[in-house]
């Protein structure tokens, strides 16, 4: 009985993490559906920037809460921790000696303190850190002083994203340590760089890949700083084009085409590096491309609102494709500055700011500054969509994507991303009262859409899972270190 048990337990934790995996999903193709709705069927409705900074706001509130604070507290209590460590060992080292020693004892324990200093002095020129320090002084570091804090696991879960800031290139780091009265900097060593870890394993074509690393040769800050930018910029690019797009185009339309992301990604990574195309990606654009028309042609001679009848539909459209663009470039950005190790919640915030200084400088020149006259007018369930569009479906989705990853794995993850355009034609049709759904034609190409795009993922998971399965296991725990 038990043995049975054990499998039927695990096949219910799998399918209990694939219906979460899916809840993100979900949460996903709300972020277009509720921006629609707060700028096209609340009294009044919303202008589209200060839509941006509005989400953006509640969005640092709540990252302020459930990450900055809980990470100042933990950080509090791994330090008096230490201290009270520290304190207690320097206590037991200045107790009175008890009676006199014997006479061989005296030349042992100086024997003993000699080789203790000497080993401290050898741990002090390795330059190791806090755990070595606290064995010389003869107690234990306590499990929470290696900063393993448990909500960084979610953050450093993105795929491409290291979890830790990298060092300099060459030499030593100077680090500061964190207690009280302890001004002194100690050096430690930075890891070696290989020679070429400026991309993937393959460079760049046109000798682009000799150049980015001369560049972060020469000058490093100038560098990380382009990085910085680039990511920054499609970051803000594509979430206010995101949330924009909806005023002008129906959701499912800004939902249909950020799924082109999966093909963007590994053209993009053909042209700049060279690598070989997977042959499935060819009858998948092409039955994309197939399923997208057969849903956007007859939308062109509907009359109903969010159709592709207007310039200003079409204008929406075009922000579609921008925030398509914008991840794609984001994500091989990110992919290729991973030696960089950028620390996640620092580009989280970075982005942020960008997005709301951004936006706000445009907003207050464009669309007035009178917040409170445009927003009078709001009811409880208006100001309940914006805060649920702000924290949970901005942030919540998020969180919830990347703790899917650690459990079930990127490709796994991957398979469900068609679910989002369906999610999008029900959400418009309960919450929006509308569907843009009219023919069977329509009706057939949003299901070719979502099976091409499955059956590409899922194409790439089974590779994927041979490749695994063909590896070493060390090749395969490598990768598994890398990936979390």
Known sequence: MGGRQGPRR??????????????AQFLVALFSTLARYLQTTSEPPVPPMRLVVLVVLISLG?????????????????RQRRR???AQAGQQQQLPLQGMPAKGQDSCSKASSGAKSAACSSIGSRGSGEGDEEACLGVAAPAEAEGARPWQAVGASLPGTPKESAGSAQGTEVEQDEDEGSTAPRLVAAPARG??????????????????????????????????FALMAACAGGTAAQLIAPRYVAAPVVQLVSLFQVLGVPLVQWLLLGLSLPWTIWPAAALMLGGSAMYVVPSISQTDAGSLNSPS??????????????AVTFLCVIQATRHCAFKIWVLQY???????????ALSLPIEGTDWAAQLAGWGATDWCLLALLGSLVYVGSNFAIQIAILRLGAPTVALLVGARLVFTVFQSWTILGTSSLHTGTQVAGIVVTTVAVTGYVGWQWVVARQRDKNAPASVAGAQAAQQL
């Open 10 to 23: 695990a096949s219910w934790g799998l399918l209990l993490w694939l219906l979460f995996a899916l809840g």
């Open 62 to 78: 709540t990252m302020l809460v459930f990450h900055a604070l809980p990470s100042l507290a933990w950080a509090s209590i791994q």
């Open 84 to 86: 009270a460590a520290r």
């Open 195 to 228: 020679p070429t870890s400026i991309r993937a394993e393959l460079p760049l074509r046109r000798r682009l890949s000799a150049r980015f690393e001369q560049l972060e040769r020469q000058r490093p800050r100038l560098y990380r700083g382009l990085a910085l």
């Open 313 to 326: 539909a079409w204008f929406g459209f075009g922000l579609s494709l921008l925030a398509m663009a914008s």
């Open 350 to 360: 970075l982005f942020i700011f960008s997005v709301l200084f951004t936006m706000l």
